[in-house]
Each structure stands twice: as C-alpha cells, then as structure tokens.
C-alpha cells in the first residue's frame, strides 16, 4: 500500500504540472486559471488512494486518468457557475465573470475533451470497463444537473427527488473515482463494486454537508459568500428538509419572496431564512444525515482489507479516516 503522504504529494505535483496548449490562449488561459485557484482535489486524491489499495508503485497508467477526473469536474464548475450566475469560485471571480460567457462555455467544451483525453491513458487492460464507467457517470452529471435546474421551476421537492438529483450531480463523480482507482489498480469487479459504493455513499454525504456549509459556514473556508443558496431559492437540502418538516410554510415562504437587490437586502433574507433554520432545528438535521450517509459509505468497505490481501484493517482506516476529512466540517 503507498503511503498517504505520496498520495498527497503525486497530487500536488500532478497539478503543478499539468499543461494545456498555449493557443488560442482566449480558449485555454480559463482552463490555466481553473486549475491554479486550486480546490479540494479529493477526485483524483481518492482515485490514488483506492488504486494504492492494490499497488505500490504510481505511473502515468493511473496518475493521468486521476487528472482526468479533476479536469472533468472543473469543466462541470465552469458550466454551473454561468447556470447558477455565480460570481465567485474558490474566492476569486468565476470564468464567466473574468472573461465572458461565451469564453465560459467553449473553454468548457473543450476542457471536457480534455479529461476524456487523459482518461484514456488508462492500461489497455482496463481501458474498456473504464471508459465506460467514465462516459456514463459523465451522462449522469448532466442529468444531475438537468434535474437541478428543473427543481427551479417548482415550490417543493420530494426528499427522494432530490437525493436523486444529488446523487447524480455528485454522488456518482465520486464513486467513479473510487471504482475507477480500483479497476486501474487490478482490483476483481465485486471489490471494485464496493468501492463505488462507498464513493457513492461519501459523494451524497459531502453534498449535504456542502448545503448545510453554504448557510452556516464560514466564507473565508468555504471559498464562496454564504447563503448563496437562499438568495437564489435554490433548492438545497436544508430548504428541502424544512420544506418537508415544517407544518406551516408560509413564514418560510414569505421570507423566501424577500428582495436581494442590494447587500443588505440579501443580508436580510439571509437572516430570516436562517432563523427559520434554526427554529425548525434543519441545520441539526443535516448534520446527522452527514453522518449516517458516511455511516453508510463505511457500511460497504467493512471487511474490504481482505480483499485486497492486506492484514489488519489498514485499507479500511485509510478510506475512513479519507471519509472523515470530506465531510468533518459539518459533523
């Protein structure tokens, strides 16, 4: 098993490293920018992590499809961001704003090209299986995200409806990553299952936790203004919780037709969503699905030590203590 701070380091110096051709640079300095502003990573990290489950040595075989999966979400971050009108991502302007929409969308396109390019660099072995695995859960994304946008254009959402969407949206780039690392890494279809499972599982937890982050975070570590969601109605889950929990809705809904044109009024709505929140006890509701969702991811990797033939529960303290950090901010 590679140690974990080789993990983090390949990670460091795949992202350091990683080029794009310099013209036209209108279409390729957005994809320099995205990748520079940096982010969690925890795709390609979890790749390595899941691939290290089963070898002990990196190449470009695994490193360059790990890459792959980052540059892939980051295309999904350009494209959301001009959906969702977001000015800033990361703490700095998103490409749509710095540059312009339509720069926005075609450095988009073409950074999505970009990811299938260095998926491909998976062993000849396992290229067909990951490659499959890649395309569909990169269809699903967009279902996800279609769903996301549908769910505009209604009052309310069953709770299902919308962990469905959440799992599309992010549950299931996660889960990609975990198999994708595994079958890259030699491991037999019923391991690699498992895996899937548990990134699954983490994808839906760290979704939810996003929620809960983007109404009582702190904007200096969350990388983007709290309350995002509430000025834009956004359906999240804790709108869906309260939604679904609360016997009257009409306060809620009053003070979700509040005006946000100006600072303080965004302030304001804000505040009297939020208090909201807190008197229906929404946010504690979030923090305990954060947990029993890891719970779950942690469920399907029980006893994974054994196969992949290391003794102890090495393996499964890696993916928890892995778990553990996605999602700790909001436990």
Not at 171 to 191: K, S, T
Request: with cysteine; charged share 25%.
């Amino acid at each position: 098993m590679i140690e974990e701070h080789i993990l983090d380091q390949a990670v460091a110096d795949l992202f350091s490293g990683i080029s794009f051709p310099q013209e036209p640079s209108g279409l390729y300095d957005p994809l320099r920018y995205m990748i520079a502003i940096g982010g969690k990573r925890l795709r390609p990290k979890l790749c390595l992590l899941t691939y290290s489950l089963f070898r002990d040595t990196l190449d470009e075989t695994i490193l360059e499809p790990a890459a792959g999966l980052e540059v892939f979400h980051t295309f999904t971050l350009i494209h959301d961001d001009i959906m969702d009108r977001s000015p800033m991502r990361r703490g700095c302007d998103t490409v749509w704003k710095k540059w312009s929409e339509d720069t926005a969308i075609l450095s988009g396109d073409v950074m999505c090209i970009d990811s299938y390019r260095r998926i491909a660099q998976a062993p000849a072995a396992v290229l067909g299986p990951v490659l499959a695995l890649f395309t569909r859960t990169a269809a699903e994304v967009c279902e996800g995200q279609q769903l996301d946008m549908d769910f505009e254009s209604v009052p309310q959402v069953p709770m299902a409806d919308y962990m469905k969407m959440i799992g599309l949206k992010t549950g299931v780039l996660i889960a990609c990553a975990a198999q994708m690392g595994a079958l890259i890494g030699g491991a037999a279809p019923e391991v690699a299952d498992r895996l899937y499972e548990y990134g699954y599982q983490m994808g839906l937890a760290f979704q939810v936790a996003d929620d809960y982050l983007d109404t009582y975070g702190d904007a200096a570590v969350f990388g983007k203004p709290i309350g995002g969601d509430i000025v834009n109605n956004k359906k999240s889950w804790l709108l869906t919780r309260a939604l679904e929990k609360l016997s009257c809705k009409e306060a809620l809904l009053k003070a979700m037709d509040l005006p946000v044109g100006t600072a303080d009024e965004r302030a304001a709505k804000i505040a009297a969503v939020r208090a909201i929140y807190d008197a229906a006890g929404v946010g504690d509701d979030a923090r305990a699905e954060v947990r029993r969702l890891s719970d779950c991811a942690l469920a399907a990797i029980r006893g994974l030590d054994a196969a992949t033939g290391h003794s102890g529960d090495a393996a499964y303290r890696r993916l928890a203590d892995f778990a553990d950090r996605l999602v700790s901010r909001a436990k």
